[in-house]
């Protein structure tokens, strides 16, 4: 079975969560930066042959690569708690909570103060209610 959270666990995580989702959108920036760089240097590099293109699009896949890892391991330190990373660009988070013998979802948004919402596993954020 999926690790469970009570209540008082996932809001003691808040706190850890909000400083790792906060890290983590410097380097979401810096990667989307990246990815319209590149595409502009390949659009560069079709149009004219490539000359120093190519040198300058394996530096800059390497750096893309680098802050990739560097956001893959934030989320996998997320995830090896437990927590669901719904959307990570936005903040959005799930802690797998039993209620009434059934599987569902405490919701945390980045931003939040606390976990103040709950869903069921179909219903999404959507279907967010209050605690």
Do not use: N
């Not at 797998?96 to 219903?123: F, K, N, R």
């Amino acid at each position: 079975m999926a690790t469970t959270f009570s209540i008082e666990q996932a809001r003691d995580l808040v706190p850890w969560l909000q400083e790792t989702f906060d890290a983590m959108q410097p380097l979401v920036g810096k990667l989307d930066t990246l990815s319209r760089e590149a595409d502009l240097r390949y659009r560069e590099m079709r149009s004219d042959g490539g000359g120093g293109a190519e040198t300058e699009s394996t530096e800059a896949r390497k750096v893309r690569q680098e802050v990739e890892g560097e956001i893959r391991d934030l989320v996998d330190s997320i995830v090896e708690r437990g927590i669901l990373v719904k959307d990570p660009r936005r903040g959005l988070f799930d802690f797998p909570y039993e209620w009434q013998d059934e599987l569902v979802y405490l919701c945390w948004l980045a931003g939040e103060p606390d976990i103040g919402y709950w869903h069921t596993m179909d219903s999404g954020f959507a279907g967010r209610q209050p605690l």
